[in-house]
């Protein structure tokens, strides 16, 4: 069995500043790691996922993740935030022989001007 | 278009009334979840499907059923056994033996 860590429930930052949401795992197997967005009253939608090979993944929008084996960490980062970001993420792993992901409790980053 | 529809998106319920969720993708996946979702909690998983006639019991089973008939589709029945229906339910799909679940929008279930 797995399980995620998210550590903060709650950042603020301002508009532009970076920001970082942290996220340790712990699995007695290898595993896939995730981080999906949701915005409100909305489902979730993928951000990035680390899978094999670079640790260092990237999404689309400016965010990116690094997989940390021997620290079972896989932290979310973003070097400058726009208003749009405000929404709640979610960090998830999955064994290799699983098909069952198991989600952290989130974070809820609100971005201010 | 490709992609999970949920339906509806918001229902009232009284208490003691069994209530079905209804989840369809037409992403040709095999794979189908449901989660609840509850605040603070993140996402706890409720039953899942592999194939078509077969499903199994998640962490958070009680209280719940679910059927799998056909490819596409996975609804979800909230019976008057579950305790504390009120939440937002989602619904997921995946290929087999890949990686990545694709959710539905949700439904936000209120029993009152």
């Known amino acids: 069995a797995q399980s995620v860590t998210q550590l903060d429930s709650q950042v603020p930052v301002f508009e532009e500043a970076p920001v970082e949401l942290r996220c340790n795992y712990s699995?007695?197997?290898?595993?896939?790691l995730f981080w999906y967005v949701q915005y409100p009253n909305q489902g979730l939608q993928l951000l990035l996922k680390?899978?094999?090979?670079?640790?260092l993944v990237e999404s689309i929008n400016g965010f990116e993740a690094e997989f940390n084996k021997s620290q079972t960490s896989f932290h979310l980062r973003k070097p400058s935030v726009h208003i749009s970001d405000t929404a709640e993420y979610f960090c998830?792993?999955?064994?290799?022989?699983?098909?069952?992901?198991?989600f952290g409790a989130g974070t809820t980053v609100t971005v201010r001007a | 278009d490709g992609g999970i529809t949920q339906s509806p998106k918001y229902l009232f319920r009284k208490e003691g009334q069994n209530v079905t969720l209804s989840c369809e993708q037409n992403?040709?996946?095999?794979?189908m979840y449901w989660y609840r979702q509850d605040p603070g909690q993140g996402l706890r998983l409720i039953y899942y499907?592999?194939?078509?006639?077969?499903?199994q019991k998640g962490d958070i089973a009680e209280g719940y059923s679910v059927s799998r008939e056909k490819k596409e589709s996975f609804p979800l029945t909230v019976t008057s056994a579950q305790k504390n229906p009120t939440a937002f339910y989602l619904c997921?799909?995946?290929?087999?033996?890949?990686?990545?679940?694709?959710f539905g929008p949700g439904t936000r279930l209120t029993v009152l």
């Open positions: 998830a792993v999955r064994s290799f022989d699983d098909y069952k992901l198991s």
């Open positions: 680390y899978l094999s090979g670079s640790t």
């Open positions: 997921a799909s995946g290929q087999e033996f890949t990686d990545t679940q694709y």
């Open positions: 499907s592999q194939i078509v006639n077969d499903f």
């Open positions: 992403l040709n996946h095999d794979a």
């Open positions: 699995s007695s197997v290898s595993v896939y």
